[in-house]
């Protein structure tokens, strides 16, 4: 046989499922020199992609059967599949199919519990199963995302290789760490989306506040954000909204952020977090509050009938305030951020010592660095605080952070005074402050609510002179 008629290599590396982030994904591997196999149950996707990129190194199969086959082993599989029974289906489809050794990688947003499952099942098969947390959105995918990969060591050793050279690179290294055993990747991730959320509302506080307190238009807050973008602020989500906020509509000539109805959507990683904290005791209010927003920015027509019968208050702002709103607005926005991510890392670090994941906070600072949503200069002292301190209970307690809130802490309490006269809700900016103002207090007001509750259910109470005695009950109608 001449070498012309040899029958092609084997691929190195399968992606299943040919959506955006799929072919994003299957594009990158690519290009870093390894071969491809592609598969979608939509044949006609793999063709628009061929069409519309034509990569020597990825090559379209007709069948699941055929994409398996082209695989070299152990075969690496990574499923781009929408997350749910569409992962299971694509799992019973491909056990017949596989090897024992195979791995297999779901990069989905997939709830952690299920992948969990999925790893045991797949481990009880012979076969190696991870979560891979991707975040970057297409870009990210195509040009080096940050990768959050969980499950057995071993089998993140076979596939190392891979998601190091389609890994986005910083200062500090590449945007790729194995998280932990079994669920720990999807965890990881999901808190990271709900940071996101956090992040994305204190924005959007902040833009509202200075547009509807100062009455600056969308242009001179892309030149304010601007500025603060080469500072302290910088981050990915700013960097997005002064392109939000530059961008002009064709049709009208108005800034296109103006013709935007005001409801934001979600797909449930934001839900998932506050879910999960619940569950697990541990205080989110930054990622539940902007979680509330959402909820409530989609009430539109109830909003607007309520504007009618709900009269805001009218005040103005004083000369001070105007002279400082904007200042007040920068070091409130930073401050705020650092009790968000204080609040995710704080799950993350509850969550790893229940499932016993000893997932490193400082790595997950250092790979969310580049290429990810939530990535920002913050970040960098976020992470040298979970070095120097592994245990820190929070972050906000750290010798990194704790002068920094204390000093932008004035700052922030007039900010949100400022809003909260003006009728300007801000209700991350205001969360985000009671959680500091909680965490600092050694004396809350819960002594009456347990009171309270021994009062009406005998529910009982520790007493303050003997807390180690154990509980009492007291009869307190008389």
Known sequence: MTAASSPPKPAQFGVAGM???????????????????????????????????????????????????????????????????????????????????????????????????????????????????????????????????????????????????????????????????????????????????????????????LRRGLGMDATSLADLFSRWNEGIAESFLLETTIKVLRKKDEKTGRPLVDMVLDKAGQKGTGKWTVQVALDKGVPVPSIASALDARNLSSLKDERVAASRVLKGPHESLSNEERQNLAQWAHDALYAARVVTYAQGMRLIQVASREYGWNVSLAEMARIWRGGCIIRARL????????????????????????????????????????????????????????????????????????AQRDAFGAHTYQRRDTPDAGFVHSDWNT
């Open 379 to 450: 970040l960098t002292p976020l992470r040298e605080a979970f070095s120097q301190q592994p245990e820190l209970p929070n972050l906000m307690v750290s010798d990194a952070f704790a002068p920094v809130l204390e000093g932008l802490a004035p700052a922030w309490r007039k900010l949100i005074g400022s809003a909260t006269r003006l009728g300007i809700p801000v209700p991350v900016f205001s969360s985000s402050l009671a959680y500091m103002d909680s965490y600092r207090s050694p004396e809350l007001p819960q002594n009456l609510t347990q």
């Open 19 to 209: 959506g955006v982030m799929g072919a994003s994904l299957a594009l990158n591997i690519a290009d870093h020199g390894f071969r491809v196999a592609v598969w979608d149950r939509h044949a006609e996707r793999i063709e628009e992609m061929h069409q519309k990129y034509g990569h020597p190194e990825v090559r379209g199969t007709p069948s699941l059967e055929e994409f398996v086959k082209r695989l070299e082993r152990p075969r690496r599989i990574l499923l781009m599949v929408t997350a749910g029974e569409a992962v299971d289906s694509m799992l019973e489809r491909l056990f017949p199919l596989l090897s024992p050794g195979d791995v297999v990688m779901d990069a989905g947003n997939s709830w952690y519990e299920d992948t969990r499952r999925r790893e045991r099942l797949c481990h009880d098969k012979g076969f190696h199963f991870l979560g891979v947390g991707v975040s970057g959105g297409e870009e990210g995918a195509r040009h080096g995302p940050s990768i959050m990969p969980g499950g057995p060591a071993d089998a993140y050793a076979l596939v190392r290789p891979v998601l190091e050279a389609i890994a986005a690179r910083t200062e500090a290294g590449l945007c790729v760490t194995h998280v932990g055993p079994d669920g720990a990747g999807h965890f990881v991730k999901m808190v990271h989306n709900g940071i996101e959320y956090a992040d994305m509302q204190l924005l959007a506080e902040t833009y509202d506040v």
